[in-house]
């Protein structure tokens, strides 16, 4: 063999090694599917943030029950005419909230009702579409990891359980109730919760680089894995919250009823007991306050685990982003709450939330690097 064919020859076979070893830096079209599917989620995200934030802004102004129907296709179009409106008002005024809370809502304060709880529907089609067409798209052009299609698969999946529970939990307040049942609230608010955390957990993934830091120690994991679990209970907990109007009632902190703890007869006056966890308004609320100082302590702890572990860093940084957060968000419910709800500061509590859920996602998601990969490629993509 020639010196030229044998350079030649170990130099096809170096290149077959490098392509197909882990350590291999990763083609250039690998790094923009990378791009274009991290760039694409974080737009979801964005979306299901705001689809929250409104939400959020119809419970609060009495709107989710203004359209008694739902019409997935027909329903994108508004009321175009007078008569539309007057036949749409008119429904409303058939279910039991109209008849026995708000029967001197006239058509213009309906109509206003109306356009919020439209919007909110309206951006949920809207997030179904601008999740479901790129992907349909990357999966066509080949652009989309194996391992990557059953995961958003899923999540394509909870965004449409997320719109059949809407409508369930809509549909538990146009008879026998005045308001939507807070339990079903409560599930709507945290399969929300849990699509956002998934985006936000695979579009981490696809950053570059992920792979290059070995995984945090194990107790580090563990003390954020909580602090997530946490959360989405103080989420739940909130949600039940609102759908019992609990912000209304005990608006004092940190006492209930002069009471830090309130008398166990008053948290357990519903039978079965249960039930109290559900329906009983100072049990939930209570349950709430002391869940906020859980998660604030877990914050705590966090930050202070993680600089005896592996010190100052990344990880440091992000343990303290979490604690101020989380700080915040109790702040931000204190006021609510003694304040009796106003809606821009509810909504702030609200949006302050889902900000902590992300960055406990994030923090999370980092310290389960990929210790086996020492470089961002397609087949480290999760």
Same mark, same amino acid.
């Given at each position: 063999?020639?010196?030229?064919?044998?350079?030649?020859?170990?130099?096809?076979?170096?290149?077959?090694?490098?392509?197909?070893? $882990?350590?291999?830096?990763?083609?250039?079209?690998?790094?923009?599917?990378?791009?274009?599917?991290?760039?694409?989620?974080?737009?979801?995200?964005?979306?299901?943030?705001?689809?929250?934030?409104?939400?959020?802004?119809?419970?609060?102004?009495?709107?989710?029950?203004?359209?008694?129907?739902?019409?997935?296709?027909?329903?994108?179009?508004?009321?175009?005419?007078?008569?539309?409106?007057?036949?749409?008002?008119?429904?409303?005024?058939?279910?039991?909230?109209?008849?026995?809370?708000?029967?001197?809502?006239?058509?213009?304060?309906?109509?206003?009702?109306?356009?919020?709880?439209?919007?909110? #529907?309206?951006?949920?089609?809207?997030?179904?579409?601008?999740?479901?067409?790129?992907?349909?798209?990357?999966?066509?052009?080949?652009?989309?990891?194996?391992?990557?299609?059953?995961?958003?698969?899923?999540?394509?999946?909870?965004?449409?359980?997320?719109?059949?529970? +809407?409508?369930?939990?809509?549909?538990?307040?146009?008879?026998?109730?005045?308001?939507?049942?807070?339990?079903?609230?409560?599930?709507?608010?945290?399969?929300?919760?849990?699509?956002? %955390?998934?985006?936000?957990?695979?579009?981490?993934?696809?950053?570059?680089?992920?792979?290059?830091?070995?995984?945090?120690?194990?107790?580090?994991?563990?003390?954020?894995?909580?602090?997530? %679990?946490?959360?989405?209970?103080?989420?739940?907990?909130?949600?039940?919250?609102? +759908?019992?109007?609990?912000?209304?009632?005990?608006?004092?902190?940190?006492?209930?009823?002069?009471?830090?703890?309130?008398?166990?007869?008053?948290?357990?006056?519903?039978?079965?007991?249960?039930?109290?966890?559900?329906?009983?308004?100072?049990?939930?609320?209570?349950?709430?306050?002391?869940?906020?100082?859980?998660?604030?302590?877990? %914050?705590?702890?966090?930050?202070?685990?993680?600089? #005896?572990?592996?010190?100052?860093?990344?990880?440091?940084?992000? %343990?303290?982003?979490?604690?101020?957060?989380?700080?915040?968000?109790?702040?931000?419910?204190?006021?609510?709450?003694?304040?009796?709800? $106003?809606?821009?500061?509810?909504?702030?509590?609200? +949006?302050?939330?889902?900000?902590?859920?992300?960055?406990?996602?994030?923090?999370?998601?980092?310290?389960?690097?990929?210790?086996?990969?020492?470089?961002?490629?397609?087949?480290?993509?999760?």
């Amino acid at each position: 063999m020639s010196a030229n064919a044998a350079t030649a020859t170990f130099l096809a076979v170096t290149d077959r090694l490098t392509l197909s070893t $882990p350590l291999a830096a990763p083609r250039s079209d690998e790094r923009d599917d990378a791009r274009a599917l991290r760039l694409w989620l974080w737009v979801v995200a964005a979306l299901v943030f705001l689809m929250v934030i409104v939400g959020g802004a119809v419970r609060l102004t009495e709107s989710g029950l203004s359209i008694t129907e739902w019409k997935p296709v027909t329903g994108v179009v508004p009321p175009l005419s007078h008569a539309a409106w007057l036949a749409e008002f008119e429904k409303y005024k058939q279910i039991p909230q109209y008849r026995e809370l708000f029967p001197d809502t006239d058509l213009s304060r309906f109509q206003a009702i109306y356009t919020w709880e439209w919007g909110h #529907r309206l951006l949920g089609r809207l997030i179904g579409i601008a999740f479901a067409i790129p992907l349909v798209l990357f999966w066509w052009m080949g652009r989309l990891p194996a391992s990557l299609t059953p995961k958003l698969l899923a999540i394509l999946g909870l965004g449409a359980l997320q719109g059949a529970v +809407g409508w369930w939990m809509v549909a538990s307040g146009l008879s026998g109730r005045v308001e939507v049942a807070q339990e079903r609230l409560a599930i709507h608010l945290l399969l929300a919760s849990l699509t956002l %955390a998934a985006i936000v957990w695979i579009a981490v993934g696809l950053e570059r680089g992920s792979g290059t830091a070995t995984r945090a120690p194990r107790r580090l994991r563990i003390i954020a894995a909580c602090l997530l %679990a946490f959360i989405f209970v103080q989420i739940g907990l909130g949600g039940l919250v609102a +759908g019992l109007r609990g912000g209304l009632t005990y608006n004092t902190w940190p006492l209930m009823d002069g009471r830090f703890v309130p008398p166990l007869d008053h948290l357990t006056r519903l039978s079965p007991y249960w039930s109290n966890l559900l329906d009983n308004v100072t049990t939930v609320q209570f349950a709430h306050r002391m869940t906020a100082y859980c998660v604030l302590m877990l %914050a705590i702890l966090q930050v202070i685990a993680v600089k #005896r572990a592996i010190g100052r860093g990344e990880a440091y940084r992000r %343990a303290h982003i979490m604690f101020g957060l989380v700080f915040l968000q109790v702040i931000a419910g204190i006021t609510t709450l003694v304040l009796v709800v $106003p809606v821009s500061i509810a909504l702030v509590h609200q +949006g302050l939330a889902m900000l902590v859920l992300i960055a406990a996602t994030i923090h999370l998601r980092r310290l389960f690097a990929d210790p086996h990969a020492a470089r961002f490629t397609s087949s480290s993509l999760s």
